[in-house]
């Protein structure tokens, strides 16, 4: 007997790092007979693990392979972290990289002397299926939680970016497994049946199989476009744990390694949860999308991913990534591009010895021509490039202006210089990888993108001439504009910031006379001012629509379940909208529907 008999006694439910649930109870007096309650999760267990974008995994230095010998007691230090600091700012990133010279990044910031840094910063609540022992002291609660997220591979990945999203999709994915019960479905009466079960009837509700469930966080139009999801889907879902989990890579390598480092940690989970788990589903931002569709054309790998769900993917590239190698970020966004680069030199640094960098320009199945220049009248002043091949055409371009970028800047002051070999061996890597998963996705593949008039996009990237300022001499001796798209790098003048100069130079110009405290300034004189234009498309803010679109245009197969365009959100903070939320939530019920049962399960 108990005080209120009416009070059933449940045990409480933890996971251990394997993933299987664990029962607590403190011994009771023998005249307590009544029944402690061990309520269940399902058995079967299907991982979503999540796939960051470029930028987006937390990076540790390495020692090169030639001098691991004798750095072996050296520590390693973090290079790009991620965690949120004041006011859920990332002060680290502006601290530790505002200020760094091209040289700096180019020595710190390379693919064979950066790792993935596990020790990132974790979330501080339990969630889900990340539960800790009731009975362990706050101190001791707080440092399992912590290792059981990191066990989940979330240090590895950006607290600022991803973690919001991650909490939710665990705690929406694993805090009640009864599917009637979950409130992001509109479940009527008339979905239900009541099941009287045993000899002394406990009474069970069920959904009734087959009725179309609508999901209210669609949005009228989306829920339009989308069909509906049925009561058998939701069951189905309901037979699994879906614990989430992540899995950074060194974005500074190709995305073929990350591929490779992703398929082991599939396989790892698999090992670890047994028999109970016989596929994984994976959730893309922007690059992961490429690194999952490489995955899974890797040996047996499409059998054990039961489905994708990519977003904000730049299927065939971005033009944006060209321009940042021309002139940096300062325009588009100053507080990032303090970070990432304000001008083409600091980009360029980077980029030329980073294949997985690289491999984010515009791909051979991206529309040609979406590099043009054009005269003060905004007619065309040179063919559209490239015709046919942007590798060739427009990234092994020594010769014109316009090429992606300059060779000097491969040897910044301070660095430690790669050669016109190296960066061309890169552009092959960056092409073969390309050419490798055009048009492939996984069979069961979900796609959103993005398209929003406040976060436009560059489908194309434009220089427009207009003319030069003080220079002495008439305009009649200017270059036409059929020279100026034939000039040579040399020929051009450049800091890495738009615009461009041709002719004439930089010229001080002196105070005003009899002001002592006047400022001499500098003015460059040209004959024309080469201007690279802002955006001109819908997108995210990085990815184009046209490339975002790509994936239902391009797959070979029939391979995309559903593509969605979706408005009101920027690239980065994709995650963070309620209804690519509930657009990922609907994708990963579809998903389950149709995957592996494990063998646990009759």
């Known amino acids: 007997m108990v005080d209120n008999p009416l009070k059933r006694r449940v045990a409480p439910l933890s996971y251990n790092a394997r993933g299987n649930p664990v029962h607590t109870w403190t011994l009771t007096p023998s005249h307590i007979t009544d029944p402690v309650i061990c309520m269940l999760p399902p058995d079967g267990i299907l991982p979503v693990i999540f796939v960051p974008g470029i930028m987006g995994s937390n990076l540790k230095s390495k020692p090169e392979e030639e001098k691991e010998k004798k750095n072996k007691n050296k520590k390693a230090v973090p290079v790009w972290r991620l965690d949120a600091g004041f006011l859920g700012k990332n002060m680290w990133l502006a601290k530790n990289w505002v200020f760094k010279t091209a040289g700096e990044r180019q020595k710190i910031l390379h693919p064979l002397r950066a790792q993935v840094d596990e020790d990132g910063a974790v979330p501080k609540r339990a969630v889900g299926t990340v539960l800790v022992k009731p009975e362990q002291d706050k101190k001791s609660a707080a440092l399992a939680l912590a290792k059981r997220y990191k066990e989940r591979g979330w240090g590895e990945v950006s607290e600022t970016s991803y973690h919001g999203f991650l ?212 007619v065309s002043a040179m063919p559209r490039q490239p015709v046919k091949d942007p590798y060739d055409e427009i990234y092994l371009q020594r010769d014109r202006w316009w090429g992606l970028l300059r060779e000097e800047w491969l040897a910044p002051k301070g660095g430690d210089p790669i050669t016109w070999e190296t960066f061309a061996k890169n552009i092959k890597k960056a092409k073969s990888f390309h050419l490798c998963i055009a048009g492939a996705y996984h069979p069961q593949t979900y796609v959103y993108y993005g398209s929003d008039e406040k976060h436009p996009s560059f489908e194309s990237i434009t220089w427009k001439m207009l003319r030069g300022s003080r220079l002495n001499g008439p305009y009649a001796s200017s270059p036409d504009a059929f020279t100026v798209s034939s000039l040579q790098m040399h020929e051009v003048r450049d800091d890495g910031r738009s615009p461009l100069y041709v002719g004439g130079r930089a010229e001080a110009v002196p105070p005003p006379r009899g002001d002592p405290d006047g400022v001499v300034k500098t003015v460059q004189t040209s004959y024309w001012e080469l201007h690279c234009q802002m955006q001109d498309g819908s997108g995210d803010g990085t990815v184009p629509v046209s490339s975002g679109s790509a994936p239902v245009k391009r797959a070979r197969y029939d391979s995309i379940r559903q593509q969605i365009k979706a408005p009101g959100f920027d690239h980065e903070a994709s995650y963070a909208n309620p209804l690519t939320q509930q657009f990922t939530l609907y994708s990963l019920i579809k998903i389950a529907a149709t995957a592996k049962r494990p063998l646990c399960v009759n």
């Open 167 to 378: 909490l939710w999709l665990e705690e929406t994915l694993n805090s009640e497994f009864l599917p009637h019960k979950w409130p992001q479905f509109d479940i009527k009466p008339e979905h239900l049946h009541t099941l009287a079960v045993g000899p002394e009837p406990i009474h069970i509700t069920k959904l009734k199989p087959e009725i179309p469930i609508a999901m209210p966080g669609l949005g009228a139009d989306l829920g339009r476009q989308l069909p509906p999801l049925v009561s058998d889907e939701l069951l189905a879902r309901s037979g699994y744990r879906m614990p989430v989990h992540a899995c950074g890579y060194n974005w500074l390598d190709s995305n073929e390694l990350a591929a490779s480092r992703l398929a082991e940690r599939i396989d790892e989970l698999m090992r670890q949860y047994g028999r109970n788990c016989q596929q994984v589903i994976l959730v893309t931002h922007s690059m992961g999308g490429l690194v999952a569709r490489r995955c899974a054309q890797l040996p047996g790998m499409a059998d054990k991913i039961a489905g994708v769900v990519h977003g904000v993917m730049p299927a065939t590239g971005a033009p944006v990534a060209y321009r940042r190698c021309k002139v940096g970020m300062s325009d588009e966004d100053p507080i990032a591009g303090a970070v990432i680069g304000p001008s083409g030199q600091e980009v360029t640094a980077v980029f030329a010895q980073a294949p997985g960098a690289l491999q984010l320009l515009p791909t051979q199945e991206y529309a040609p021509g979406w590099l043009r220049l054009v005269d003060e009248r905004g």
